[in-house]
Structures are given as structure tokens and as C-alpha cells.
């Protein structure tokens, strides 16, 4: 099994990026996936989060409104759009999958697989 996050890089303050992961070796359609960041000395944090069935979805305060995740089951794939991102934005992101199905945890033991992660830097 393995997640595969992309679509990370270097934006100025305002600017969007959309990552991607890209699922292989088992189906996540029905499970909970989701985005958690880490910042340099410091440690890793939920984003985002959302559930197989319901399409659900549960963000942190600080993205509300500026992130929106979503997924296409058919491509066995996740998605984070990020708009108008910030400086304290910065950090390798992470995607994740949970074998739950439709209860979203935020802490990172909640979730079963990880990818690799994939670096967004913001410039003020």
C-alpha cells in the first residue's frame, strides 16, 4: 500500500497550490483520508479530513475557508486546494488514510497509512 502526495512548492503569500495523493495497492473510496502539515521544530497537525461514504469533512480553524479537500473514489485519489495561503502555511505536507470509514480523527494514531509528504513554502 502507499500514498503518493504531489503538487507541493513555492508560492508568495495570497497564492493557491493544489496537492494531490494518489493511492495504490488497496482501495480507500470507503475510508476517512486526510491532510495533516509539520512545520520545522514543530510537531505534525491535522489540516483536514474527509470520509469515504459521506464525503464528509472536518478542517482545521485555521484553513476554514481557505482549504477545501476533496476525492475522486474512481481515481483511488485526494485532493487539498489551498487559496489564499500564508506564511505560517508552510510545512511538508502529509496525506493519510484511516481504516475507519466515516468517524474523522485528528490526532495522527487515527490514521493507518502515510505518504511521504511533500513540501509547501509561502513567501511573505
Known amino acids: 500500500v502507499q500514498l503518493q502526495a504531489s503538487g507541493g512548492g513555492l508560492v508568495q503569500a495570497g497564492g493557491s497550490l493544489r496537492l494531490s495523493c494518489a493511492a495504490s495497492g488497496r482501495t480507500f473510496s470507503s475510508n476517512v483520508m486526510g491532510w495533516f502539515r509539520q512545520a520545522p521544530g514543530k510537531e505534525r497537525e491535522f489540516v483536514a479530513a474527509?470520509?469515504?461514504?459521506?464525503?464528509?469533512?472536518h478542517y482545521v480553524d485555521s484553513v476554514k475557508g481557505r482549504f477545501a479537500i476533496s476525492r475522486d473514489n474512481a481515481k483511488n485519489a485526494m485532493y487539498l486546494q489551498m487559496n489564499s495561503l500564508k506564511p505560517e502555511d508552510t510545512a511538508v505536507y502529509y496525506c493519510a488514510a484511516s481504516l475507519s470509514r466515516d468517524i474523522i480523527g485528528t490526532q495522527t494514531g487515527r490514521y493507518d497509512y502515510w505518504g511521504q509528504g511533500t513540501l509547501v513554502t509561502v513567501s511573505s
Open positions: 474527509i470520509t469515504g461514504t459521506t464525503g464528509g469533512t
